[in-house]
């Protein structure tokens, strides 16, 4: 086992978390600009629903499904063409930000119909008989109605991408993940591994107390 260069360390510290919270803020704006309106597309297209089309419906499940049910890893390698292509490189944080906002956009879209499918039924069919329109269904009755949980949906979200950042690292992503790996698994420092792993629980732990206050907070 190496000995361990502290001052090596914490001077590589600081940048690895700022890339982290760099990848994980990207792929959650990613998450809020585009799996909200691909969850309120899957809601309104179901069966029995405002807008039924079952071709959509079906296409973007399918879609959702195949990204979801992809290991990370997996997807991280079968992205790097399309990730050069659309930042230029296949390494580092911007890099890694394509593949988890991808994984973002439909893990959100798919919390966001399930909090859309909560919302209750009689308000919206009260909606309609007053010749509401569905847009103005889903932004003045379905959006609001289903906030806290999108809310709680958006934390978990969060504390996930957490943990995917850190795989990340394995492909040359950067971030707290890359910095275990060089560290902790290549010079095989055990005490470099439990930093690593303090800090990304000490991050998780924030994310969730934040995340339960701005849904305690929308939910009244």
Not at 65 to 79: E, K
Request: net charge neutral; proline share 3%; aromatic share 8%.
């Amino acid at each position: 086992m190496n000995e361990t260069n502290y001052s090596e360390l914490v001077s590589n510290l600081l940048p690895a978390f700022g890339e982290t919270l760099e990848m994980c803020g990207i792929a959650l704006a990613l998450a809020i600009l585009l799996g909200v309106p691909l969850g309120v597309l899957s809601y309104l297209t179901s069966d029995r629903n405002i807008c039924q089309n079952k071709l959509i419906n079906l296409l973007v499940s399918f879609i959702l499904n195949v990204i979801m049910s992809t290991p990370f890893v997996i997807l991280l390698v079968l992205l790097l063409p399309f990730t050069k292509l659309v930042v230029g490189t296949s390494i580092g944080p911007e890099a890694a930000s394509v593949p988890l906002g991808i994984v973002a956009i439909a893990f959100y879209a798919r919390l966001v119909e399930g909090n859309l499918h909560g919302v209750d039924k009689g308000v919206i069919e009260a909606s309609i008989a007053m010749g509401a329109t569905w847009f103005k269904i889903v932004t003045n009755v379905l959006l609001p109605g289903a906030f806290s949980g999108m809310i709680r949906g958006l934390t978990v979200l969060a504390v996930t991408l957490v943990g995917y950042s850190a795989m990340a690292g394995i492909v040359g992503g950067g971030g707290v993940g890359d910095l275990a790996i060089r560290f902790g698994y290549y010079r095989y420092q055990t005490d470099v591994m439990i930093i690593t792993v303090l800090l990304l629980i000490g991050l998780v732990q924030i994310i969730q107390t934040l995340g339960e206050k701005a849904s305690q907070k929308a939910q009244k």
